[in-house]
Protein backbone atom coordinates (compact mmCIF):
# COMPACT_ATOMS: atom_id res chain seq x y z
CA UNK A 1 0.00 0.00 0.00
CA UNK A 2 1.32 3.19 -0.84
CA UNK A 3 1.61 6.48 1.54
CA UNK A 4 -2.28 7.92 1.77
CA UNK A 5 -1.43 11.94 1.45
CA UNK A 6 -2.41 14.43 3.94
CA UNK A 7 -3.12 17.89 3.78
CA UNK A 8 -0.57 18.19 6.66
CA UNK A 9 2.76 17.97 4.74
CA UNK A 10 4.11 16.86 8.01
CA UNK A 11 2.77 13.69 7.71
CA UNK A 12 4.08 12.66 4.29
CA UNK A 13 7.46 12.77 4.96
CA UNK A 14 9.20 9.48 5.17
CA UNK A 15 10.71 9.50 8.13
CA UNK A 16 7.62 10.72 9.96
CA UNK A 17 6.49 8.41 12.60
CA UNK A 18 2.79 9.61 11.97
CA UNK A 19 1.34 9.31 8.40
CA UNK A 20 -2.19 9.05 7.39
CA UNK A 21 -1.88 5.36 6.93
CA UNK A 22 -0.97 5.00 10.44
CA UNK A 23 -3.87 6.56 12.80
CA UNK A 24 -3.31 5.86 15.98
CA UNK A 25 -4.75 6.78 19.07
CA UNK A 26 -4.21 8.68 22.72
CA UNK A 27 -5.31 10.49 25.13
CA UNK A 28 -4.51 13.59 25.48
CA UNK A 29 -4.25 17.59 27.67
CA UNK A 30 -3.05 20.63 26.71
CA UNK A 31 -3.40 22.26 30.35
CA UNK A 32 -7.40 21.41 30.51
CA UNK A 33 -9.26 18.14 30.04
CA UNK A 34 -7.78 15.12 28.55
CA UNK A 35 -9.23 14.44 25.15
CA UNK A 36 -9.15 11.67 22.65
CA UNK A 37 -6.84 12.20 19.81
CA UNK A 38 -5.06 10.93 17.13
CA UNK A 39 -1.56 11.51 15.76
CA UNK A 40 -1.28 13.18 12.66
CA UNK A 41 2.34 14.26 11.16
CA UNK A 42 3.52 16.62 14.37
CA UNK A 43 0.31 17.03 14.92
CA UNK A 44 -2.42 15.93 17.34
CA UNK A 45 -6.59 15.95 16.47
CA UNK A 46 -8.74 16.70 18.79
CA UNK A 47 -11.28 13.58 18.02
CA UNK A 48 -13.64 13.94 20.87
CA UNK A 49 -13.84 17.75 19.60
CA UNK A 50 -14.43 16.81 16.25
CA UNK A 51 -17.69 13.93 17.92
CA UNK A 52 -18.68 17.49 19.94
CA UNK A 53 -18.61 19.52 16.68
CA UNK A 54 -20.57 16.52 14.70
CA UNK A 55 -17.61 16.24 12.40
CA UNK A 56 -16.97 12.64 13.42
CA UNK A 57 -20.04 10.72 14.18
CA UNK A 58 -19.67 6.94 15.74
CA UNK A 59 -22.98 5.86 17.32
CA UNK A 60 -25.77 7.15 18.16
CA UNK A 61 -24.64 8.29 21.63
CA UNK A 62 -21.06 10.26 22.10
CA UNK A 63 -18.29 7.51 22.45
CA UNK A 64 -15.47 9.92 22.67
CA UNK A 65 -16.92 11.73 25.69
CA UNK A 66 -14.60 10.18 28.24
CA UNK A 67 -10.46 9.55 28.31
CA UNK A 68 -9.96 6.32 26.84
CA UNK A 69 -10.86 4.29 23.85
CA UNK A 70 -12.50 1.50 25.96
CA UNK A 71 -15.98 2.74 24.16
CA UNK A 72 -15.01 2.57 20.75
CA UNK A 73 -13.11 -0.73 20.91
CA UNK A 74 -16.16 -2.12 22.48
CA UNK A 75 -17.91 -1.15 19.60
CA UNK A 76 -16.68 -3.65 17.21
CA UNK A 77 -14.34 -4.49 14.74
CA UNK A 78 -16.86 -2.27 12.06
CA UNK A 79 -16.79 0.57 13.77
CA UNK A 80 -13.73 0.58 14.34
CA UNK A 81 -13.02 0.77 10.47
CA UNK A 82 -15.44 3.14 10.13
CA UNK A 83 -13.71 5.36 12.45
CA UNK A 84 -10.63 4.85 10.10
CA UNK A 85 -12.29 5.80 6.99
CA UNK A 86 -13.99 9.13 8.31
CA UNK A 87 -10.51 10.20 9.66
CA UNK A 88 -8.69 9.44 6.31
CA UNK A 89 -11.52 11.23 4.71
CA UNK A 90 -11.52 14.55 6.65
CA UNK A 91 -7.14 14.50 6.89
CA UNK A 92 -6.64 13.21 3.02
CA UNK A 93 -5.07 15.84 0.86
CA UNK A 94 -7.36 18.75 -0.78
CA UNK A 95 -10.28 17.08 1.79
CA UNK A 96 -12.92 19.66 1.25
CA UNK A 97 -13.24 19.59 5.39
CA UNK A 98 -9.66 21.34 5.66
CA UNK A 99 -11.05 24.72 7.24
CA UNK A 100 -13.35 22.61 9.51
CA UNK A 101 -11.18 20.33 10.79
CA UNK A 102 -7.86 22.62 11.28
CA UNK A 103 -8.82 24.24 14.42
CA UNK A 104 -8.85 20.38 16.14
CA UNK A 105 -5.11 20.45 15.65
CA UNK A 106 -2.90 20.93 18.52
CA UNK A 107 1.17 20.82 17.98
CA UNK A 108 2.31 17.34 19.49
CA UNK A 109 5.46 19.37 21.59
CA UNK A 110 2.97 20.75 23.78
CA UNK A 111 0.47 18.37 24.39
CA UNK A 112 0.96 15.81 27.85
CA UNK A 113 0.38 12.38 26.71
CA UNK A 114 -1.69 9.88 29.03
CA UNK A 115 -2.69 6.34 29.34
CA UNK A 116 -4.47 5.94 26.05
CA UNK A 117 -7.41 3.26 27.43
CA UNK A 118 -8.26 1.60 30.59
CA UNK A 119 -6.40 -1.34 31.30
CA UNK A 120 -8.73 -4.33 32.25
CA UNK A 121 -6.34 -7.10 33.20
CA UNK A 122 -2.90 -7.56 32.16
CA UNK A 123 -1.03 -10.95 31.07
CA UNK A 124 2.51 -10.87 30.38
CA UNK A 125 3.77 -14.08 28.06
CA UNK A 126 7.37 -15.70 27.49
CA UNK A 127 6.75 -16.03 23.86
CA UNK A 128 10.23 -15.02 22.08
CA UNK A 129 12.52 -18.14 21.49
CA UNK A 130 16.13 -16.16 21.53
CA UNK A 131 14.96 -14.92 24.83
CA UNK A 132 13.92 -18.31 26.77
CA UNK A 133 16.67 -19.97 25.34
CA UNK A 134 18.82 -17.15 26.44
CA UNK A 135 17.52 -16.84 30.28
CA UNK A 136 17.21 -20.49 30.02
CA UNK A 137 20.58 -20.83 29.09
CA UNK A 138 21.74 -18.74 32.16
CA UNK A 139 20.23 -20.42 34.59
CA UNK A 140 19.88 -23.69 33.28
CA UNK A 141 22.76 -24.80 30.97
CA UNK A 142 21.88 -25.07 27.43
CA UNK A 143 20.92 -28.64 27.46
CA UNK A 144 17.76 -27.85 29.45
CA UNK A 145 17.81 -23.81 28.60
CA UNK A 146 13.64 -24.40 26.90
CA UNK A 147 10.88 -25.51 29.82
CA UNK A 148 9.56 -28.73 28.32
CA UNK A 149 5.97 -27.10 27.84
CA UNK A 150 7.67 -24.42 25.48
CA UNK A 151 7.77 -25.15 22.24
CA UNK A 152 3.83 -26.59 23.00
CA UNK A 153 2.30 -23.41 24.46
CA UNK A 154 2.75 -19.91 24.98
CA UNK A 155 4.24 -19.79 28.59
CA UNK A 156 2.11 -16.88 30.42
CA UNK A 157 1.46 -15.22 33.61
CA UNK A 158 -1.19 -13.39 35.31
CA UNK A 159 0.01 -9.67 35.54
CA UNK A 160 -0.75 -6.33 37.32
CA UNK A 161 -3.49 -3.89 35.48
CA UNK A 162 -3.00 -1.52 38.36
CA UNK A 163 0.75 -1.41 36.98
CA UNK A 164 0.65 -0.15 33.79
CA UNK A 165 2.12 3.00 33.10
CA UNK A 166 1.85 5.48 30.38
CA UNK A 167 5.81 6.62 28.54
CA UNK A 168 7.25 9.07 30.41
CA UNK A 169 5.74 8.34 34.19
CA UNK A 170 8.86 7.74 36.47
CA UNK A 171 9.62 3.99 37.68
CA UNK A 172 11.34 3.52 41.31
CA UNK A 173 13.43 1.18 41.98
CA UNK A 174 11.85 -1.14 43.89
CA UNK A 175 12.79 -3.11 47.50
CA UNK A 176 12.18 -6.68 47.96
CA UNK A 177 13.07 -9.55 49.49
CA UNK A 178 16.49 -11.22 47.91
CA UNK A 179 18.59 -13.91 48.61
CA UNK A 180 21.52 -14.83 46.48
CA UNK A 181 23.00 -18.01 45.84
CA UNK A 182 25.71 -17.78 48.14
CA UNK A 183 23.90 -16.06 51.28
CA UNK A 184 22.62 -18.11 54.09
CA UNK A 185 18.96 -16.29 54.41
CA UNK A 186 17.10 -13.44 52.63
CA UNK A 187 17.39 -10.00 53.26
CA UNK A 188 15.19 -7.32 52.49
CA UNK A 189 16.77 -4.28 49.95
CA UNK A 190 16.91 -2.51 47.31
CA UNK A 191 17.09 -4.24 43.89
CA UNK A 192 20.81 -4.10 42.68
CA UNK A 193 19.20 -6.19 39.30
CA UNK A 194 16.56 -3.96 38.17
CA UNK A 195 16.48 -4.58 34.33
CA UNK A 196 14.12 -3.68 31.38
CA UNK A 197 12.43 -5.93 28.81
CA UNK A 198 11.51 -4.94 25.18
CA UNK A 199 7.89 -5.95 24.49
CA UNK A 200 4.91 -5.55 22.41
CA UNK A 201 1.53 -4.79 23.94
CA UNK A 202 -1.44 -6.24 22.24
CA UNK A 203 -4.85 -4.77 23.56
CA UNK A 204 -7.88 -7.23 23.29
CA UNK A 205 -10.90 -4.90 21.71
CA UNK A 206 -13.49 -7.16 21.56
CA UNK A 207 -14.96 -9.76 24.63
CA UNK A 208 -15.24 -13.36 24.70
CA UNK A 209 -16.77 -16.11 26.89
CA UNK A 210 -15.23 -19.78 26.07
CA UNK A 211 -12.69 -20.50 23.92
CA UNK A 212 -11.65 -18.93 20.40
CA UNK A 213 -9.51 -20.17 17.43
CA UNK A 214 -6.04 -18.74 16.69
CA UNK A 215 -8.14 -16.84 13.72
CA UNK A 216 -11.06 -15.27 16.23
CA UNK A 217 -8.40 -13.92 18.09
CA UNK A 218 -6.56 -12.58 15.80
CA UNK A 219 -9.90 -10.33 14.98
CA UNK A 220 -10.49 -9.63 18.45
CA UNK A 221 -7.08 -7.82 18.79
CA UNK A 222 -7.52 -3.89 18.96
CA UNK A 223 -3.97 -2.70 18.27
CA UNK A 224 -0.52 -3.08 19.39
CA UNK A 225 1.77 -0.53 21.85
CA UNK A 226 5.34 -0.86 23.05
CA UNK A 227 5.65 -2.41 26.42
CA UNK A 228 8.66 -2.09 29.02
CA UNK A 229 8.25 -4.93 31.47
CA UNK A 230 10.54 -3.64 34.36
CA UNK A 231 12.07 -6.37 35.90
CA UNK A 232 13.83 -6.93 39.33
CA UNK A 233 16.07 -9.61 38.91
CA UNK A 234 17.19 -10.55 41.84
CA UNK A 235 13.93 -10.54 43.31
CA UNK A 236 12.61 -12.69 40.68
CA UNK A 237 15.36 -15.21 41.60
CA UNK A 238 14.25 -15.79 44.40
CA UNK A 239 10.27 -15.79 44.54
CA UNK A 240 9.50 -17.19 41.18
CA UNK A 241 9.56 -21.03 42.02
CA UNK A 242 7.40 -22.62 41.53
CA UNK A 243 4.40 -20.17 40.45
CA UNK A 244 6.19 -17.61 38.42
CA UNK A 245 7.21 -13.86 38.79
CA UNK A 246 5.02 -11.45 41.30
CA UNK A 247 6.65 -8.43 43.27
CA UNK A 248 9.56 -8.57 40.35
CA UNK A 249 7.26 -7.79 37.58
CA UNK A 250 4.75 -5.99 39.70
CA UNK A 251 6.51 -2.36 40.40
CA UNK A 252 5.13 -0.83 36.99
CA UNK A 253 4.88 -1.39 33.31
CA UNK A 254 5.18 1.23 30.83
CA UNK A 255 3.20 1.73 27.63
CA UNK A 256 3.58 3.83 25.03
CA UNK A 257 1.18 6.34 24.70
CA UNK A 258 -0.76 5.67 21.17
CA UNK A 259 -2.23 2.63 20.19
CA UNK A 260 -1.52 1.38 16.63
CA UNK A 261 -4.47 0.08 15.33
CA UNK A 262 -3.87 -3.77 14.06
CA UNK A 263 -5.19 -2.26 10.37
CA UNK A 264 -2.29 0.18 10.25
CA UNK A 265 0.12 -2.97 10.85
CA UNK A 266 -2.04 -5.36 7.80
CA UNK A 267 0.52 -4.51 4.94
CA UNK A 268 2.80 -5.24 7.08
CA UNK A 269 2.36 -8.95 8.30
CA UNK A 270 4.91 -11.87 8.34
CA UNK A 271 5.00 -15.61 9.58
CA UNK A 272 6.03 -16.97 12.80
CA UNK A 273 9.04 -18.94 11.87
CA UNK A 274 9.83 -22.41 11.49
CA UNK A 275 8.13 -24.68 14.07
CA UNK A 276 10.45 -26.89 15.60
CA UNK A 277 7.52 -29.65 16.68
CA UNK A 278 4.22 -29.14 15.04
CA UNK A 279 1.13 -27.15 17.60
CA UNK A 280 -1.88 -28.90 18.41
CA UNK A 281 -4.79 -28.10 16.06
CA UNK A 282 -6.15 -25.23 18.41
CA UNK A 283 -2.85 -23.54 18.64
CA UNK A 284 -2.13 -23.56 14.51
CA UNK A 285 -2.09 -20.59 12.59
CA UNK A 286 -3.88 -20.50 9.25
CA UNK A 287 -2.12 -17.22 7.59
CA UNK A 288 0.70 -14.61 8.92
CA UNK A 289 -0.05 -13.32 12.55
CA UNK A 290 3.44 -11.56 13.20
CA UNK A 291 4.65 -8.46 12.41
CA UNK A 292 7.88 -6.72 10.88
CA UNK A 293 8.27 -3.87 12.85
CA UNK A 294 11.83 -3.05 13.61
CA UNK A 295 12.79 -2.29 17.26
CA UNK A 296 15.27 0.04 19.44
CA UNK A 297 16.30 -0.21 22.80
CA UNK A 298 18.00 3.19 23.89
CA UNK A 299 19.94 4.37 27.47
CA UNK A 300 20.51 7.30 28.19
CA UNK A 301 22.24 8.11 31.53
CA UNK A 302 21.87 10.60 33.99
CA UNK A 303 24.40 12.43 32.71
CA UNK A 304 22.80 12.74 29.08
CA UNK A 305 24.80 10.28 27.55
CA UNK A 306 22.65 7.93 25.04
CA UNK A 307 23.40 4.75 23.24
CA UNK A 308 21.59 2.04 21.42
CA UNK A 309 21.77 -1.15 23.32
CA UNK A 310 19.25 -3.41 21.56
CA UNK A 311 17.94 -3.19 17.87
CA UNK A 312 15.77 -6.55 17.00
CA UNK A 313 12.21 -6.89 15.22
CA UNK A 314 8.84 -8.46 16.60
CA UNK A 315 8.88 -10.87 13.88
CA UNK A 316 11.48 -12.38 15.81
CA UNK A 317 8.46 -14.11 18.25
CA UNK A 318 8.02 -17.68 18.19
CA UNK A 319 4.04 -17.41 19.55
CA UNK A 320 1.98 -14.32 18.04
CA UNK A 321 -0.49 -12.49 19.60
CA UNK A 322 -3.36 -14.01 18.49
CA UNK A 323 -2.08 -17.57 18.87
CA UNK A 324 -1.52 -16.44 23.12
CA UNK A 325 -4.67 -14.85 23.29
CA UNK A 326 -6.50 -18.17 21.96
CA UNK A 327 -4.07 -19.70 24.40
CA UNK A 328 -5.56 -17.41 26.77
CA UNK A 329 -9.39 -18.86 26.63
CA UNK A 330 -8.48 -22.44 25.92
CA UNK A 331 -10.18 -23.08 29.68
CA UNK A 332 -13.01 -20.79 29.18
CA UNK A 333 -11.27 -18.07 30.62
CA UNK A 334 -12.97 -14.93 29.58
CA UNK A 335 -11.40 -11.87 28.37
CA UNK A 336 -12.23 -8.19 28.55
CA UNK A 337 -12.07 -5.22 26.32
CA UNK A 338 -9.30 -3.35 27.39
CA UNK A 339 -7.01 -6.75 28.34
CA UNK A 340 -3.21 -5.94 27.96
CA UNK A 341 -1.29 -9.26 26.52
CA UNK A 342 2.54 -8.57 26.78
CA UNK A 343 4.29 -10.55 23.97
CA UNK A 344 7.10 -11.54 26.16
CA UNK A 345 10.53 -10.09 25.79
CA UNK A 346 11.61 -10.12 22.19
CA UNK A 347 15.27 -10.81 21.47
CA UNK A 348 16.96 -12.09 17.78
CA UNK A 349 19.51 -14.23 17.69
CA UNK A 350 22.68 -11.78 17.81
CA UNK A 351 23.91 -10.82 20.66
CA UNK A 352 23.18 -6.81 20.01
CA UNK A 353 19.26 -8.14 19.19
CA UNK A 354 18.15 -9.07 23.11
CA UNK A 355 15.87 -7.28 24.69
CA UNK A 356 17.04 -7.18 28.38
CA UNK A 357 20.11 -6.42 30.43
CA UNK A 358 20.19 -9.51 31.57
CA UNK A 359 20.51 -10.80 28.24
CA UNK A 360 22.68 -8.63 26.59
CA UNK A 361 25.04 -8.56 30.05
CA UNK A 362 24.71 -12.17 30.44
CA UNK A 363 23.37 -12.34 34.16
CA UNK A 364 26.17 -9.49 34.97
CA UNK A 365 29.18 -11.22 33.70
CA UNK A 366 29.78 -9.55 30.40
CA UNK A 367 28.70 -5.95 30.98
CA UNK A 368 27.55 -3.88 27.94
CA UNK A 369 29.80 -1.08 27.14
CA UNK A 370 29.16 1.67 24.21
CA UNK A 371 29.84 5.02 23.89
CA UNK A 372 31.24 5.18 27.82
CA UNK A 373 28.37 3.65 29.44
CA UNK A 374 29.46 0.29 31.01
CA UNK A 375 25.77 -1.43 32.71
CA UNK A 376 25.22 -4.90 34.10
CA UNK A 377 21.91 -3.72 35.18
CA UNK A 378 19.83 -0.21 35.04
CA UNK A 379 21.77 2.59 37.07
CA UNK A 380 19.76 5.39 38.85
CA UNK A 381 18.88 7.95 36.62
CA UNK A 382 18.98 5.94 33.44
CA UNK A 383 16.49 6.45 31.17
CA UNK A 384 15.39 3.28 28.84
CA UNK A 385 13.55 4.23 25.31
CA UNK A 386 11.45 1.71 23.26
CA UNK A 387 11.28 2.78 19.45
CA UNK A 388 9.28 0.98 17.01
CA UNK A 389 8.30 1.24 13.31
CA UNK A 390 7.50 -0.95 10.29
CA UNK A 391 8.91 0.43 6.48
CA UNK A 392 6.37 1.18 3.81
CA UNK A 393 7.14 1.80 0.51
CA UNK A 394 8.01 6.13 1.24
CA UNK A 395 6.50 5.92 4.55
CA UNK A 396 6.53 4.23 7.95
CA UNK A 397 4.06 3.00 10.83
CA UNK A 398 5.84 4.57 13.78
CA UNK A 399 4.66 3.59 17.51
CA UNK A 400 6.35 6.56 19.01
CA UNK A 401 8.57 5.96 22.06
CA UNK A 402 7.54 4.26 25.62
CA UNK A 403 10.06 5.99 27.91
CA UNK A 404 10.67 5.60 31.67
CA UNK A 405 13.52 6.77 34.45
CA UNK A 406 14.70 4.81 36.92
CA UNK A 407 14.19 6.84 40.23
CA UNK A 408 16.47 5.75 43.35
CA UNK A 409 15.26 3.65 45.88
CA UNK A 410 13.51 5.10 48.91
CA UNK A 411 15.45 5.12 51.84
CA UNK A 412 13.42 3.22 54.08
CA UNK A 413 10.07 2.29 52.37
CA UNK A 414 8.00 1.62 55.22
CA UNK A 415 8.53 5.22 56.60
CA UNK A 416 5.90 6.73 57.17
CA1 LIG B 1 8.05 -9.90 30.44
Known sequence: MPLIRAWLEAANQPECDFPLNNLPLGVFSTGGTYRCGVAIGDQILDATGLEEAGLLRLGDMPVLDQPGWNKLMALGPAVWAALRARLTDLLREAAPEQDQVAPFLHPMHGARMHMPFTVAEFTDFYAGRHHATNVGTMFRGAENALPPNWLHIPIGYNGRASSVVVSGSPVRRPWGQIKGPDDAKPRFAPSARFDLELELGAIVGQASNGPVTV???????????????????????????????????????????????????????????????????????????????????????????????????????????????????????????????????ISGPTKDSRGSLLELGWGGKEPIQAGGITRSFLEDGDTITLRGATQGDGYRIGFGTCEGTVLPALTDPYER
Open 215 to 345: AEADQMIFGYVLLNDWSARDIQAWEYQPLGPFQAKATATSISPWIIMRAALEPFRVSTPAREVPLLPHLQERGPMLYDIALQVDLTSHDGQSVTIARTNYREMYYSSAQQLAHHTTSGCPMRVGDLLGSGT
